[in-house]
């Protein structure tokens, strides 16, 4: 798995979360993921993985829990 590139084809990423009868969007486009080092380009390698949390989840594992107070909503 690589992360997507700066060089790919894509304008917006688009993630839906379900839950029962509760859903959320979350949309991001390429400038912002890279400008949050999710995607890679010449100067960082990017992330082989994104968390997003609609407000209604609350992560049970401690380690997601410290890692999701270093994001902010971008």
Not at 4 to 20: A, C, G, M, P, R
Not at 42 to 49: F, I, Q, V
Request: aromatic letters at 10%; charged letters at 25%; hydrophobic letters at 30%.
């Amino acid at each position: 798995m690589v992360p997507y590139d700066t060089s790919d084809k894509f304008d917006l990423v688009i993630i839906l979360v379900q839950e029962n009868d509760k859903s959320r969007l979350f949309t991001f486009n390429k400038e912002t993921l890279l400008k949050n080092n999710v995607i890679s380009n010449n100067h960082n390698s990017g992330k082989r993985a994104l968390r997003v949390y609609p407000a209604w989840c609350k992560p049970t594992n401690k380690h997601k829990k410290h890692k999701n107070d270093n994001y902010h909503v971008f």
